[in-house]
T-cell receptor, first 115, second 114 residues
Framework: AQKITQTQPGMFVQEKEAVTLDCTYD???????LFWYKQPSSGEMIFLIY??????QNATEGRYSLNFQKARKSANLVISASQLGDSAMYFC????????????FGTGTSLTVIP | KAGVTQTPRYLIKTRGQQVTLSCSPI?????VSWYQQTPGQGLQFLFE???????NKGNFPGRFSGRQFSNSRSEMNVSTLELGDSALYLC?????????????FGPGTRLTVL
């Protein structure tokens, strides 16, 4: 079975600073994908970034990068140059080829950006 | 491309009533998944539909049901509402690439049961 763990219930970061949100995962499937979603107070889950288990390089999307350490089974999200609009819940998720479209979500991290 | 749309956005019902929520996936996406999100339980998977067939199901009572139409639009129905059904219901449409899926979510429907 797949499992996602996010150990930081809440994080604070100063505006314009970088922040790392932690995510560890567990799976026995060699082919899997790791995802990060942002959920503002409005409720919509916004897809941020994806990393495939066979990808050699860490994924980047604008100010978001995924620090993928396969041996440690971690997939941390790094947000550079934080903005006030980054304040939201952030969820780490994974899917695996042997479980099709079944997504497994962590419990989320609440990020607050301080001006 | 238009994103995932969900209607209605907000809904207030009373215990014992039933409710139907609608989800229109991104054009070309054939898979639709439904989730319930509550502060206490987090995100919980309800079910997934692909090509009008339920492909996966979470651990929810039979009061929760769904269906998918030939145009991939999906509906979920909750009968005999209970107070604990108050939640944000999220729909996600999926695109498969290289054996793996990516889920794109709609804005959600906030259901309040009084």
């Amino acid at each position: 079975a797949q499992k996602i763990t996010q150990t930081q219930p809440g994080m604070f970061v100063q505006e314009k600073e970088a922040v790392t949100l932690d995510c560890t995962y567990d799976t026995s499937d060699p082919s899997y994908g790791l995802f990060w979603y942002k959920q503002p107070s409005s409720g919509e889950m916004i897809f941020l970034i994806y990393q495939g288990s066979y990808d050699q390089q860490n994924a980047t999307e604008g100010r978001y990068s995924l620090n993928f350490q396969k041996a440690r089974k971690s997939a941390n999200l790094v947000i550079s140059a934080s903005q006030l609009g980054d304040s939201a819940m952030y969820f780490c998720a994974m899917s695996a080829s042997n479980t099709g479209n079944q997504f497994y979500f962590g419990t989320g991290t609440s990020l607050t950006v301080i001006p | 491309k238009a994103g995932v749309t969900q209607t209605p956005r907000y809904l207030i019902k009373t215990r014992g009533q039933q409710v139907t929520l609608s989800c229109s996936p991104i054009s070309g996406h054939r898979s639709v998944s439904w989730y319930q999100q509550t502060p206490g339980q987090g995100l919980q998977f309800l079910f997934e539909y692909f090509s009008e067939t339920q492909r996966n199901k979470g651990n929810f009572p039979g009061r929760f049901s769904g269906r998918q139409f030939s145009n991939s639009r999906s509906e979920m129905n909750v009968s005999t509402l209970e107070l604990g059904d108050s939640a944000l219901y999220l729909c996600a449409s999926s695109l498969q690439s290289g054996g793996l899926y990516t889920q794109y979510f709609g804005p959600g429907t906030r259901l309040t049961v009084l």
